[in-house]
């Protein structure tokens, strides 16, 4: 299966806390799967983590790197087609970080693992 993390289910997953469904929890476990990270999770990691708003166990520079090999996840960049797809959603979701994820999501036909109910309003499988 492939897959796109949101950022707190990135965040969930690396830190194990309790909050990651036994579902997600499976799916990112399995090296059978495609889990993909994008660069717009890490971009808000680095954000809140430099405003002091999210605490991690080291500097995102190397936590980040690190949990991408731990758990084999595939980096995704962001590309002129998600941008151009991002701007054309509905304004279900005011996150401008998750926007960008449900327009990847969209683009490359990925479901999000995520517990936001608010990505389930737009046309993109949520996985939790």
């Known amino acids: 299966m492939r897959a796109l993390l ?6 969930w997953a690396a830190l194990d806390d309790r909050r990651l469904s036994s579902r997600a929890a499976d799916l990112v476990a399995d090296i059978g799967n495609e889990i993909y990270l994008s660069a717009v999770s890490v971009w808000e990691v680095a954000i809140k983590h430099s405003r002091g708003r999210l605490s991690l166990p080291e500097p ?3 936590y980040i790197p690190s949990r991408i090999a731990v758990f084999g996840y595939r ?5 002129v087609a998600h941008a151009l797809r991002a701007g054309r959603l509905p304004p279900h979701h005011r996150d401008p970080f998750d926007r960008m994820l449900v327009a990847q999501a969209q683009v ?4 999000i693992l995520t517990s936001d109910a608010n990505i389930g309003r737009y046309e993109v499988e949520v996985i939790w």
Do not use: C, K
Not at 6 to 11: E, G, I, K, P, Y
Not at 108 to 111: F, M, N, Q, R, S
């Open 75 to 79: 980096p995704l960049p962001v590309e």
């Open 108 to 111: 490359e036909g990925l479901p």
């Open 6 to 11: 949101d950022t707190h289910t990135f965040l």
């Open 60 to 62: 995102p520079d190397s």
